[in-house]
T-cell receptor, first 113, second 113 residues
Framework: KAGVTQTPRYLIKTRGQQVTLSCSPI?????VSWYQQTPGQGLQFLFE???????NKGNFPGRFSGRQFSNSRSEMNVSTLELGDSALYLC????????????FGPGTRLTVL | QQQVKQSPQSLIVQKGGISIINCAYE??????FPWYQQFPGKGPALLIA?????SEKKEGRFTISFNKSAKQFSLHIMDSQPGDSATYFC????????????FGQGTTLQVKP
């Protein structure tokens, strides 16, 4: 099976812009979670989607949003970018039935200038 | 209470030695404890995971030891190899807290030839 894929892999934006990141989960996985990874804060949970519904949300401002499509693919959006949003954004997929195992994609490296 | 504390921050081990990374938690509701390995430029990859009803789990050279009363768990890498040089993260999750992993701060392991 193909792993979790994320596009784009690298992105450079300027402050105030918005950005959309995409994640395709492993085939058959219906849950998609998003994480932000920075050197200072480590890996932090953003939100989780299942069957097109957000089931869980971390402690991030409303500028961070996401959605999931009927094919389980997910997007996350960050509006009004700030310098502190520079990070590696990771997507993870999970089967959700009988396991908690999350499989991570390679991430999207976002740089905000 | 939601934190997972990981130590040491960095570790240098000689080839063939044992690498030991420790994690501690406060929230007794945690019921799933995975360890992830991350190489530069890659997403975290699941190494091994354990639940509180088991005190030890071994997969190849990797062993998790779990001490429920002390609320601590550790990763042991036996016969450490230069290819094991990576950043290791412990994590924990609460049942029903769907898709949310709480990560430790990470340990950068360097295995010297």
């Amino acid at each position: 099976k193909a792993g979790v894929t994320q596009t784009p892999r690298y992105l450079i934006k300027t402050r105030g812009q918005q950005v959309t990141l995409s994640c395709s989960p492993i085939s058959g996985h219906r849950s998609v979670s998003w994480y932000q990874q920075t050197p200072g804060q480590g890996l932090q949970f953003l939100f989780e989607y299942f069957s097109e519904t957000q089931r869980n949300k971390g402690n991030f401002p409303g500028r961070f949003s996401g959605r999931q499509f009927s094919n389980s693919r997910s997007e996350m959006n960050v509006s009004t970018l700030e310098l502190g949003d520079s990070a590696l954004y990771l997507c993870a997929s999970m089967v959700t039935v009988g396991t908690d195992t999350q499989y991570f994609g390679p991430g999207t490296r976002l740089t905000v200038l | 209470q939601q934190q997972v504390k990981q130590s040491p921050q960095s570790l240098i081990v000689q080839k063939g030695g044992i690498s030991i990374i420790n994690c501690a938690y406060e929230n007794t509701a945690f019921d799933y404890f995975p360890w992830y390995q991350q190489f530069p430029g890659k997403g975290p990859a699941l190494l091994i995971a354990i639940r509180p009803d088991v005190s030890e789990k071994k997969e190849g050279r990797f062993t998790i030891s779990f001490n429920k009363s002390a609320k601590q768990f550790s990763l042991h890498i036996m016969d450490s190899q230069p290819g094991d040089s990576a950043t290791y993260f412990c994590a924990a999750s609460i049942p029903g807290n769907t898709g949310k992993l709480i990560f430790g701060q990470g340990t950068t392991l360097q295995v010297k030839p």
